[in-house]
């Protein structure tokens, strides 16, 4: 039998990705370690190399192809002693799925670790829960005509930076691979084609060093954007964010402001194990003095990216690594910027409000989907903003819905939903028709394994169950 | 006594100020105004500190209180290097620094009891003051964090292209903290204006350098970076002026940093609660009697008969009443307005 070469995966978090170059063609001998081709991802450009020796029996799929299937089998390789008759009796398996994983936004861990279809992470674009599908959140108005642009959060990331830093010299952007290696994430892409090696800066590995350089720089005058390529990361520089960057203004009597923005991907990407995949968002959200973000779809992402970039205060904004490839409409705009400290409800309902901000708006929005075909029409905030936190409109429509389940990723002990469910005991006591749920992700560290990992992080079937629970229909 | 004194100096093994003075004058040209200048800079810093000991001593100041003095020649000599424009940042042994830029000792004053007329409105305290007309950025709290700020400062200078440098001062303590050579390392990547002052007053808190330091010579520590250091006598206020002026212009003109050790000497303990029991009494009373700062100066005013010891007394004089002042208005200004507990959390935009 020949041996199949299947398309690698180059990240935990790739499913598919594009087979740009084939540099064998059939016929040619190989040997392990080759280069035989070239394959991108929005993120990056990887040589394949041969696992094992043979002859080149045959190509699959051409080159140029995209989306193809992590797995899936690219190329024949005939051993010893085969001919091309042996191509004949081939038979292709098809792609075989990699076990399930956090990265699927369908499938809520809960329903017991399988999957049933994995959706890519380039997905169509969003929907439902759109920006036209509810209103609120203070968000500027879109004219009529305007364009919608189907765009990436990571690029959304990218234009918000972008924008800003054409407007303003002192914007400038640091931290480790932003510049040459154009992002880890591919989050800076070109930025240091477009301005230069003074404003798009490469750091070396020393989140507490350049976290407290970049504090220094915003109190000379500069607008630092210190990446972290993640929050995890982040922890080493705390120090910086909390007791440099967000309490010197205070402890100056207001004359140190310090206007910057720490910004990343926080929480659990897919796979990576305990260290690498915390939620920070609590953490940040406590800190008075800072400013924190943590927006889910890509209009949030570069709105108020923007909005954060032009704040005079120290911003922390939580991006996610897994709604990086996750492309929304973004409307055309010349200066698409939105409120800090507005949550935006993204789906109106009478019978439950769902809090929830960053990738778990997703769920959120899924599992009202689920809820309104068995009778329950759930209103579904996007927080947006933790710091100022939008208690009004919280508020506001639990007086409405008489029900509260405050959804988030990271641990429940001291969260956001804990404050959240904090905040509407104290002001909508007499509002609740059920004590306010919460859905976070189980209290251990992040596991490695696919199913533990899928047991530990919360999903839709979470917050379907919990809904239903304050409902009393469980 | 004095020859007690100097035997129990050598046997204390300080190498700080075994440099013995030049008999007569100082070791560059200096200027009988700039003699005096110093004399006064430093002298106001002492009396201030002393004041600010007495003040605390009577329960109007309280929290943490780092007193400088014995260090005074460290920061008024490099302040006699650097130039208009240029940054200073330390970390919280910080009033002399803030009196060295020109901070305004009422404002100073007003902040150690707390008070509305303080720097900080009395929301900063000892050790976080800052004044940006003065580019004076801090009093900082977290030993090493001025560090990396001031590396940033630096590394603004350098992206504005203004010729300024930032004047980094930290301690023998900080100087073992990780971000330093974190910071080093980025400054000297990138040259950034920056000029490192280690002021080894041989003392972190209650630990000496070398029960804390496998290279206690700390002028060593960005040999690794490619940084050169030089190590001062931070007890001779133009040895410091002379080595300061030197390291400015080699930062300033596109060289990157450069490390001053200043080996100086705290008199007082850490803070006003340290009884300062890891240092024999000899040891203080030796600098004091032999390495002051101030009476060498002094002396070098006496000798070169720049001022008579009646003018020098009028000096002296002249600066109690600035210090007293400073200590009426820190009393007489009142305490924060309550509004104040909810201002300057973000600048409204």
């Known amino acids: ?474 | 006594m004095m020859a007690t004194k100097k035997a129990s100096a050598g046997k204390t093994g300080r190498t700080a100020t075994t440099a013995t003075k030049p008999a007569v004058g100082p070791k560059a040209k200096v200027t009988k105004d700039q003699l005096l200048t110093y004399f006064r800079d430093m002298l106001l810093i002492r009396r201030f500190e002393e004041k600010a000991g007495q003040l605390y001593g009577m329960g109007l100041i309280a929290g943490f209180c780092h007193l400088y003095i014995g260090q005074e020649a460290v920061v008024v000599g490099v302040q006699a290097a650097l130039e208009e424009g240029d940054q200073v940042i330390t970390g919280y042994r910080d009033h002399g620094h803030m009196l060295a830029c020109g901070m305004d000792p009422n404002g100073v004053m007003a902040e150690l009891t707390g008070r509305a007329g303080g720097y900080s409105k009395g929301k900063g305290g000892s050790m976080h003051m800052f004044s940006r007309e003065k580019q004076f950025f801090g009093g900082h709290g977290i030993v090493g964090a001025q560090v990396s700020i001031g590396t940033g400062l630096g590394f603004s200078n350098l992206y504005k292209n203004n010729g300024k440098i930032c004047a980094t001062y930290f301690g023998d303590g900080a100087a073992n903290q990780g971000q330093v050579y974190e910071s080093f390392n980025m400054a000297k990547l990138w040259n950034l204006p920056v000029l490192y002052i280690i002021e080894n007053n041989q003392y972190a808190m209650g630990t000496s350098v070398k029960r804390a330091s496998s290279e206690t010579h700390l002028h060593k520590r960005g040999a690794s970076f490619g940084i050169p250091g030089r190590e001062v006598d931070g007890m001779d206020v133009i040895a410091v002026r002379e080595a300061a002026a030197e390291a400015r212009k080699h930062a300033a003109e596109g060289n990157g940093p450069f490390i001053l050790e200043m080996k100086t000497y705290r008199y007082r303990g850490h803070s006003m609660s340290d009884p300062a029991k890891y240092r024999t009494r000899e040891e203080v009373d030796d600098i004091r009697s032999h390495h002051d700062p101030i009476e060498g100066v002094k002396k070098w005013i006496a000798e070169g008969k720049h001022a008579s010891e009646e003018d020098l007394k009028k000096i002296d004089k002249e600066i109690k009443e600035i210090v007293n002042a400073s200590a009426d208005f820190s009393k007489e200004s009142p305490e924060p307005d309550p509004s104040e507990l909810y201002t300057d959390v973000l600048v409204e935009s």
């Open chain 1, 1 to 474: 039998m020949p041996i199949e070469v299947l398309m690698p995966a180059l990240s935990p978090t790739m499913e598919e990705g594009t087979l740009a170059k084939w540099l064998v063609k059939e016929g040619d001998t190989v040997s392990s370690g080759d280069v035989i081709a070239e394959i991108e991802t929005d993120k990056a450009t990887m040589e394949v190399e041969a696992v094992e020796e043979g002859k080149v029996g045959k190509l699959l799929v051409e080159e140029g192809t995209e989306g193809v299937k992590v797995n899936s089998p690219i190329a024949l390789l005939l051993e010893e002693g085969e001919d091309k008759g042996d191509l004949e009796n081939y038979e292709p398996e098809g792609a075989s799925p990699p076990p399930s994983s956090s990265d699927d936004a369908d499938t809520s861990p809960a329903s017991g670790g399988g999957k049933d279809s994995a959706e890519p992470v380039s997905s169509p674009v969003h929907g439902g829960g759109g920006r036209a599908a509810a209103g609120g959140g203070n968000d500027p108005e879109i004219p009529e005509g305007t364009d919608m642009v189907p765009t990436t959060v990571r690029d959304a990331l990218r234009d918000a930076m972008a924008e800003e830093m054409r407007r303003d010299e002192t914007v400038f952007v640091m931290g480790e691979e932003v510049a040459e290696y154009q992002g880890a994430y591919k989050v800076t892409r070109n930025l240091l084609q477009e301005f230069g090696s003074k404003r798009v800066v490469d750091t070396p590995i020393t989140e507490h060093g350049f976290a407290g350089l970049g504090v220094g720089a915003a109190f000379g005058g500069l607008k630092p954007i210190v990446e972290f390529m993640t929050f995890n990361f982040a922890m080493q520089a705390i120090d910086h964010i909390i007791n440099s960057a967000a309490k010197t203004l205070y402890m100056s009597g207001g004359q140190m402001g310090c206007p910057m923005v720490f910004r990343g991907p926080n929480g659990a990407a897919s796979r990576v194990g305990a260290q690498h995949s915390q939620d920070y968002s609590a953490w940040y959200a406590q800190v008075p003095g800072l400013k924190v973000i943590a927006p889910w779809d890509a209009a949030d992402a570069k709105g108020l990216l923007k909005a954060a970039i032009r704040d005079p205060n120290p911003v922390v904004f939580l991006e996610h690594e897994l709604m990086y490839g996750e492309t929304f409409d973004v409307p055309d705009m010349e200066d698409w910027v939105l409120p800090i400290g507005k949550a935006k409800i993204r789906r109106t309902g009478s019978d439950v409000t769902i809090t929830a901000h960053s990738r778990m708006v997703g769920f959120a929005l899924k599992a009202a989907e689920e809820l309104a075909e068995q009778g329950i029409e759930a209103e579904v905030i996007d927080l947006r903003t933790l710091r100022p936190l939008d208690t009004d409109t919280i508020i506001e429509s639990v007086k409405k819905t008489n029900r509260i389940v405050c959804a988030e990723e990271g641990w429940g002990q001291h969260g956001v939903g804990a404050e959240i469910a904090a905040r509407v005991v104290a002001e909508a006591f007499d509002y609740l028709d059920a004590p306010p749920a919460r859905v976070f992700q189980k209290d251990v560290p992040l596991p490695y394994a696919a199913n533990l990992e899928a047991l530990s992080l919360p999903g839709k079937d979470d917050i379907v169950k919990a809904a239903k629970e304050v409902c009393y229909e469980g």
